[in-house]
């Protein structure tokens, strides 16, 4: 039950409340604020430490209602008391070290702690004085002995899910110390969380996210793609039906449905008022996946996209950015601006009107509830989402329009590829890695879409050429680094293809395979893996298309003007999946021999391209015909 923060007892000032809950008699600690909100001037009291269930505040938008509590009637009985006081510390202070937990946090610490509470609980151990590092060793074993009965039946729980645990553990353990009821020792005192977990560096958890594949990702977009670029078309149709329903407003819903159906074959649609629902409703998913694709965001930074949140500069050359503004609750960086095509442009103005129906239902919700109770928190929650663009109808909760969960949007997203004739399980986090891995491709020079776009993505980080005083200034760096781990995903395989049987041309080419013959050169790694990855650190690499180039500087014409050039070049690798051009190269130049109006240097310069050619392919052991006699 809510509640005025005026009726607070002592402790009511929320900024004021103590770190722990040690010294204060009963009264004074069950009447904590644990959450309040601010609704117009005034604040409303969500949760007290009182309370069974705490409503906590903070979340991002795109989470459902039913992950927003602690629900301390999940913890064995024993436990409640010394919980509430742990989470409290935790709210309060958070851990030694680090800054205080986001609301998400606070709720994974409890969520992963409910694993051990249970455990415990069944060697009759009933307070947290009794915990001994033995009882803890033997929750790891247990962790380690289960097998998963669902998604990933038979298989035991990932590094990641162990860690989870294993850290929830560690910070009962910190947090105990500030209660009546302390973990006397540490759990392990000589190894971590992440140790027994066999827990993976950040650049390693990122490669856990699925690549798209390029005919998935492809068939995805392209159907998107259509879907928006007709969309103005279809809302057209949208606000006809409107109108309908308008002019027959106080009629039986048959009636205003038949109506609505009339209307729609005399538009041309004859598919019938269900399948034109679906086709709205599908409309934004395609939105939504131009938006992913194109921009790099996170689905709970789309979550904040807002009505008028694309803005665009110049640079001194007349080339136009455009950005995409958003708030980012990742990294606590509050705004980020991504840059964006234009062709995500029009899927922004697309959702801006797509959505303004839907946000004109929660301004009338928005009235409404002022008027019957204007210190009513749901008013506050509402103006969240009152400009957002990727919203729906909660139908179980009165029809309520809200931002769309990340659960939903994976099914909503999954439906789409279903409809694509597609099987790949697809989720909105697989969006951000597709896009690093575009940009990590334009950077290496091997692109395959959106050439202009991720270009520019490829420049200086700081892009201070596009910026103004306000949009621009505000990057996501993760970003950044995420492109970066793509990249070096590329460079190795590239470089373990070097180190392969296959043979090589180019004159760094020659060099390496040369290198790779001699033992005494292997000997100074200690792993193939670890060799590919010294090689690919240490090496300038990027392709051109017809060899890689590992030059520091792309001054050489040879990734322009002259390709044959870089047959002979010190700083150029070609493989075997550059054979074709060659191949293409010399056939088109011994058509040219028999040009009568190029004259005598002109046919020296052939002569000379073909020799170029000729050697590479004899240096791949090219199987075609090469000859030109």
């Not at 009963?26 to 604040?43: P, Y």
């Amino acid at each position: 039950m809510s509640a005025h923060i005026a009726d607070a007892p002592q402790w009511g000032e929320l900024g004021l409340q103590p770190g722990d809950a040690r010294e204060l008699s009963v009264n004074e600690r069950e009447a904590l604020i644990i959450s309040a909100i601010r609704v117009g001037s005034d604040w409303v009291i969500l949760s007290r430490y009182r309370d069974m269930t705490w409503r906590l505040e903070g979340f991002t938008s795109n989470v459902p209602d039913g992950v927003r509590e602690i629900d301390f009637g999940r913890v064995p009985i024993e436990f409640v008391l010394v919980m509430k006081s742990v989470m409290y510390r935790y709210l309060r202070r958070g851990r030694a070290g680090q800054k205080r937990p986001s609301a998400s946090t606070v709720r994974n610490v409890f969520e992963n702690s409910l694993p051990f509470l249970r455990h415990i609980s069944t060697f009759k151990i009933d307070h947290f004085g009794a915990i001994t590092p033995m009882i803890c060793a033997n929750y790891v074993s247990e962790c380690r002995a289960i097998r998963q009965t669902r998604r990933s039946k038979g298989k035991p729980l990932s590094a990641s899910a162990l860690e989870r645990r294993f850290m929830a553990v560690e910070s009962l353990y910190e947090l105990s110390q500030y209660t009546h009821d302390p973990i006397p020792k540490n759990p392990w005192p000589d190894t971590s969380a992440r140790a027994m977990s066999g827990g993976r560096s950040r650049s390693e958890e990122a490669g856990k996210t699925p690549l798209l594949p390029d005919n998935v990702f492809c068939a995805l977009f392209e159907k998107a793609h259509e879907q928006v670029r007709r969309g103005n078309a279809l809302l057209d149709i949208y606000d006809d039906l409107e109108r309908v329903s308008a002019e027959r407003h106080g009629q039986v819903t048959r009636s205003i449905q038949e109506a609505k159906t009339r209307r729609l074959v005399a538009l041309g649609w004859g598919e019938g008022l269900g399948e034109f629902n679906q086709a709205i409703q599908s409309l934004r998913t395609a939105s939504y996946i131009v938006i992913a694709s194109t921009s790099g965001c996170r689905n709970h930074e789309l979550a904040n996209v807002m009505a008028g949140a694309h803005h665009s500069t110049e640079d001194d050359e007349g080339t136009v950015y455009h950005w995409l503004r958003s708030t980012s609750e990742k990294t606590d960086a509050g705004l980020h601006d991504w840059m964006i095509p234009e062709s995500t442009v029009f899927a922004v103005r697309l959702m801006e009107r797509w959505a303004a129906p839907y946000q004109a239902m929660i301004a009338d919700e928005i009235a409404r509830r002022c008027i019957v109770n204007p210190a009513d928190p749901q008013i506050t929650e509402a103006q969240k989402h009152r400009h957002a663009l990727f919203l729906g109808v909660t139908s179980t909760k009165n029809n309520l329009v809200r931002t769309l969960s990340g659960s939903s949007w994976n099914k909503c997203l999954k439906a789409f590829a279903k409809s694509c004739g597609l099987s790949w399980n697809l989720a909105s986090h697989q969006f951000r890695r597709k896009f690093a891995n575009y940009a990590a491709h334009s950077k290496f020079g091997d692109l395959r879409y959106l050439r202009e776009h991720f270009a520019h993505w490829s420049m200086d980080m700081t892009l201070g050429y596009a910026m103004d005083q306000e949009w621009g200034q505000h990057l996501d760096i993760e970003l950044f680094e995420d492109i970066q781990f793509e990249l070096e995903d590329i460079k190795s395989g590239v470089v373990s293809g070097w180190l392969g049987k296959s043979p090589l041309g180019g004159g760094y080419g020659r060099s390496i395979k040369q290198w790779h013959r001699d033992p005494k050169n292997l000997a100074i790694f200690k792993s193939h893996a670890s060799m590919v990855k010294s090689i690919a650190e240490s090496t300038s690499i990027r392709s051109n298309g017809h060899s890689w180039c590992t030059a520091d500087d792309d001054g050489c014409v040879g990734n322009t003007m002259e390709r044959t050039r870089c047959s002979g070049c010190d700083s150029s690798v070609i493989g075997v999946q550059h054979a074709g051009v060659y191949q293409g190269l010399f056939d088109n130049l011994k058509g040219l021999l028999d040009c009568k109006d190029i004259g005598e240097g002109g046919r020296q310069r052939v002569l000379r391209d073909l020799d170029r050619c000729r050697n590479v392919l004899k240096q791949l052991e090219f199987k075609p015909e090469i000859d030109d006699e």
